[in-house]
């Protein structure tokens, strides 16, 4: 039992910590592809964008079996849009910050989320369910039970701490 809890605690912190990341790529090459240049986005000191994770895990939540990836696509263009809009006036009323703006975009939805980036969270979603997802099945098998529970301690100790730090400092302004 206690085995499959450290690969199940694995599986879990490296999903979050890969969504977040790919998260922060997607982010980071938005604003270079707009306007050639390197802005570290998120709240965050690491490369990792919670709320990329926490959009993943909702995802898996809702999507438990394996589906058609069209209606992976479809159906994760519209909770995430959804999930976006109100962690946008969240976050807002939280922190006293506007974290993100589509202001200016095509298909803006109340300034807050687009149909462009919808839709790439729609792809995002499907390489999570047939990429990530598949593959943190497969290294959790593969690796040694004292890796999985090392890498998941190491990664989640370092991603809340950033999250305490981070935080602390955003509330503060």
Partial sequence: ???????????????????????????VATVWIMFRRFENRGMLHLPVIPIYSVGAFILLALLRRKRNPLFIFLFAAVVTTVFELGASYLLEAVFHEQFWTYEGWYFSILDRSSLISSTIFGIMAVGYFYMLHPLSEKLSRKLPEGVCFGTGIFLSAAILTDIAISFSQHLKK
């Fill in 1 to 27: 039992m206690k085995k499959d809890l450290s690969r199940i605690f694995f599986r879990y912190v490296f999903e979050f910590t890969a969504a977040g990341f790919a998260g922060w790529i997607y982010e």
